[in-house]
């Protein structure tokens, strides 16, 4: 694609490449074409042969090397009467030195017999698991991290660890099914030197000192999660409890250079945790920590432990009061602990139940905090992207061409258009039924996964609506309405005629609101569109000087009405 002006609010989250600042992100090409060609994204097609119900993984990290050590138990159950199974787990590769080499795998302390391939590595048990039986194995394996652990050191030349999962970069550092739609509750247990902070997924169980300077650190979170928000953050930390909220701590975690700083900008959160609870549903995890990181995107939304790029602290106070941005940015990642985290896309092709929700739930806080008008800005300025967007790619938002590819769904049609289609069904549901479908679909699906179709049947059941075409058409087929038209008044009969018509190819079918506008006189009017060509006459009792399309920013279109002279 050709450079193209894009949102912050995109690249805060995925793919935001961590050398431009979020203020003045704007070439969209370049960065996504880093990401596309640059990230290991080996893709692993869903390993359905087993449901895995927890993972315990302890990792021991050091200080001399890059090496580190892990033993995984994972309880899994068999979904098919078979006599091997296999996990996630990349390969030692001796040509770059990086990768895990698998030492030993067991059952209740007898050795399985294994192999590794590329990508796996296989168990064989001997004898067909029964279909439905529960198993623990334990894998204990050594390596270089090729990706999904970053070790490095931060922009102050301290050492760093952060896992960074998504899409499937999980099995580049630790043995798992790598896919969203298999969830499973996780505990870390980190020994590390005693220097370090370590921050993962859920509450702490414990922290204890070890001979040789070393800790061990002990996080367990009981929730359902996939793999792609299953973390640690481990680094030199000041840290802060910023306020509590329903019994939810929220607390900072930045570097200690950026203490003050830090912890003043990080402090946004406070507002923003109250919205989503009071809008969407309880907050499903037990803390909410916000953690300055080493992350490649912007933002991730690792459940309960969100990791923002290193940069995301304001390097002065002008900056701190200005920078909406960062508000913008923690509103997106938490609004990802409902939607992507627990209740999470069943596969890649749905992503949009993520990162639209997301950014459609940012809107919606954004309206709450600054008004409508902040609405309708933000939502013209999210059209005229995707617009540009579909002239480069046609991919409707449901998009399975991008299953070999999967840094390719980060792409406007995924957020903002996604984001577009909730804003119209909401139009088109009303203010309270489009929130109590939120929440009936949050509380029936969380620590679950979705398809488009089950959102959908949960709307159409609360709206008691058929929304068939409503979902075809703006969510599985690819372009919106591209409209053309004239208006011309009659100042005898004081009629005016409007004639419009679509010139797409695919017919979509939709109601435009346009605004009659005369002096101080407005007249609004709503056209439904139901064929190709559509023509109107409307009496006036004033002249018009203007016709307006869509005034109020809610419809998804391209197009103009020009005076017939």
Same mark, same amino acid.
């Given at each position: 694609?050709?450079?193209?002006?894009?949102?912050? !609010?995109?690249?805060?989250?995925?793919?935001?490449?961590?050398?431009?600042?979020?203020?003045?992100?704007?070439?969209?090409?370049?960065?996504?074409?880093?990401?596309?060609?640059?990230?290991?994204?080996?893709?692993?097609?869903?390993?359905?042969?087993?449901?895995?119900? &927890?993972?315990?993984?302890?990792?021991?990290?050091?200080?001399?090397?890059?090496?580190?050590?892990?033993?995984?138990?994972?309880?899994?159950?068999?979904?098919?009467?078979?006599?091997?199974?296999?996990?996630?787990?990349?390969?030692?590769?001796?040509?770059?030195?990086?990768?895990?080499?698998?030492?030993?795998?067991?059952?209740?302390?007898?050795? *399985?017999?294994?192999?590794?391939?590329?990508?796996?590595?296989?168990?064989?048990?001997?004898?067909?698991?029964?279909?439905?039986?529960?198993?623990?194995?334990?894998?204990?394996?050594?390596?270089?991290?090729?990706?999904?652990?970053?070790?490095?050191?931060?922009?102050?030349?301290?050492?760093?660890?952060?896992?960074?999962?998504?899409?499937? !970069?999980?099995?580049?550092?630790?043995?798992?099914?790598?896919?969203?739609?298999?969830?499973?509750?996780?505990?870390?247990?980190?020994?590390?030197?005693? &220097?370090?902070?370590?921050?993962?997924?859920?509450?702490?169980?414990?922290?204890?000192?070890?001979?040789?300077?070393?800790? *061990?650190?002990?996080?367990?979170?009981?929730?359902?999660?996939?793999?792609?928000?299953?973390?640690?953050?481990?680094?030199?930390?000041?840290?802060?409890?910023?306020?509590?909220?329903?019994?939810?701590?929220?607390?900072?975690?930045?570097? /200690?250079?950026?203490?003050?700083?830090?912890?003043?900008?990080?402090?946004?959160?406070?507002?923003?945790?109250?919205?989503?609870?009071?809008?969407?549903?309880?907050?499903?995890?037990?803390?909410?920590? @916000?953690?300055?990181? =080493?992350?490649?995107?912007?933002?991730?939304? @690792?459940?309960?432990?969100?990791?923002?790029?290193?940069?995301?602290?304001?390097? @002065?106070?002008?900056?701190?009061?200005?920078?909406?941005?960062?508000?913008?940015?923690?509103? &997106?990642?938490?609004?990802?602990?409902?939607?992507?985290?627990?209740?999470?896309?069943?596969?890649?092709? &749905?992503?949009?139940?993520?990162?639209?929700?997301?950014?459609?739930?940012?809107?919606?806080?954004?309206?709450?905090?600054?008004?409508?008008?902040?609405?309708? =800005?933000?939502?013209?300025?999210?059209?005229?992207?995707?617009?540009?967007?579909?002239?480069?790619?046609?991919? /409707?938002?449901?998009?399975?061409?991008?299953?070999?590819?999967?840094?390719?769904?980060?792409?406007?049609?995924?957020?903002?258009?996604?984001?577009?289609?909730?804003?119209?069904?909401?139009? =088109? *549901?009303?203010?309270?039924?489009?929130?109590?479908?939120?929440?009936?679909?949050?509380?029936?699906?969380?620590?679950?996964?979705?398809?488009?179709?089950?959102?959908?049947?949960?709307?159409?059941?609360?709206?008691?609506?058929?929304?068939?075409?409503?979902?075809?058409?703006?969510?599985?087929?690819?372009?919106?309405?591209?409209?053309?038209?004239?208006?011309?008044?009659?100042?005898? =009969?004081?009629?005016?005629?409007?004639?419009?018509?679509?010139?797409?190819?695919?017919?979509?079918?939709?109601?435009?609101?346009?605004?009659?506008?005369?002096?101080?006189?407005?007249?609004?009017?709503?056209?439904?569109?139901?064929?190709?060509?559509?023509?109107?006459?409307?009496?006036?009792?004033?002249?018009?000087?203007?016709?307006?399309?869509?005034?109020?920013?809610? *419809?998804?279109?391209?197009?103009?009405?020009?005076?017939?002279?």
């Amino acid at each position: 694609m050709c450079a193209l002006k894009i949102n912050e !609010r995109f690249f805060s989250d995925k793919i935001f490449f961590e050398s431009f600042k979020l203020q003045s992100v704007k070439y969209y090409n370049f960065i996504f074409l880093f990401f596309i060609f640059f990230i290991n994204n080996n893709v692993v097609a869903q390993n359905k042969s087993i449901d895995v119900k &927890h993972y315990n993984f302890a990792i021991s990290l050091n200080d001399s090397n890059n090496i580190i050590h892990g033993n995984a138990a994972i309880v899994f159950v068999a979904k098919q009467p078979a006599g091997k199974v296999y996990f996630d787990l990349n390969n030692f590769n001796d040509s770059t030195g990086k990768g895990m080499k698998v030492i030993r795998v067991s059952e209740n302390n007898s050795e *399985l017999k294994f192999n590794q391939d590329a990508n796996r590595v296989n168990i064989f048990f001997g004898y067909a698991l029964p279909l439905d039986s529960e198993k623990k194995v334990q894998i204990t394996y050594e390596g270089i991290p090729a990706d999904g652990l970053i070790i490095d050191t931060n922009k102050f030349a301290h050492r760093t660890f952060f896992a960074d999962n998504w899409p499937n !970069r999980a099995h580049d550092w630790i043995p798992c099914n790598d896919h969203p739609a298999d969830k499973a509750s996780v505990e870390f247990l980190v020994t590390a030197p005693d &220097h370090y902070q370590i921050v993962a997924n859920g509450v702490l169980v414990e922290e204890s000192d070890l001979p040789h300077h070393l800790k *061990l650190t002990h996080w367990k979170e009981d929730m359902a999660l996939p793999t792609k928000v299953m973390v640690i953050g481990v680094a030199d930390f000041a840290v802060q409890l910023d306020t509590v909220i329903n019994y939810i701590p929220v607390t900072s975690w930045v570097f /200690p250079e950026n203490r003050d700083s830090g912890f003043a900008q990080y402090a946004v959160s406070k507002n923003i945790l109250p919205f989503y609870i009071n809008y969407i549903g309880p907050y499903p995890y037990k803390k909410l920590a @916000n953690v300055q990181s =080493k992350t490649i995107f912007g933002g991730m939304e @690792n459940a309960s432990n969100i990791f923002y790029y290193q940069n995301s602290v304001a390097i @002065n106070s002008f900056q701190h009061k200005h920078n909406r941005p960062l508000e913008d940015l923690f509103a &997106h990642e938490t609004a990802h602990q409902w939607f992507g985290d627990e209740a999470s896309e069943a596969d890649w092709q &749905h992503v949009w139940l993520s990162e639209g929700f997301a950014t459609y739930m940012t809107h919606l806080y954004m309206e709450f905090r600054y008004g409508a008008d902040s609405l309708k =800005k933000r939502m013209k300025h999210d059209r005229d992207l995707i617009i540009a967007f579909y002239k480069k790619r046609q991919t /409707p938002v449901v998009d399975t061409s991008s299953k070999n590819n999967l840094m390719k769904l980060l792409n406007i049609n995924s957020y903002e258009k996604g984001s577009w289609a909730l804003h119209m069904l909401r139009r =088109k *549901l009303g203010n309270e039924v489009f929130q109590k479908g939120i929440r009936t679909y949050y509380a029936t699906y969380k620590g679950s996964n979705a398809t488009t179709d089950d959102f959908m049947h949960v709307m159409e059941k609360v709206s008691k609506q058929n929304l068939q075409l409503f979902f075809r058409q703006w969510l599985y087929t690819a372009g919106q309405p591209e409209l053309t038209g004239k208006w011309k008044y009659d100042v005898n =009969k004081k009629i005016l005629n409007i004639s419009m018509q679509q010139t797409q190819n695919y017919l979509f079918r939709f109601p435009l609101q346009i605004a009659i506008q005369g002096g101080s006189q407005t007249l609004f009017k709503t056209i439904d569109f139901n064929s190709r060509n559509v023509n109107i006459n409307v009496s006036l009792t004033f002249k018009p000087q203007s016709v307006l399309l869509d005034p109020d920013v809610n *419809l998804l279109f391209e197009g103009n009405i020009d005076e017939e002279k």
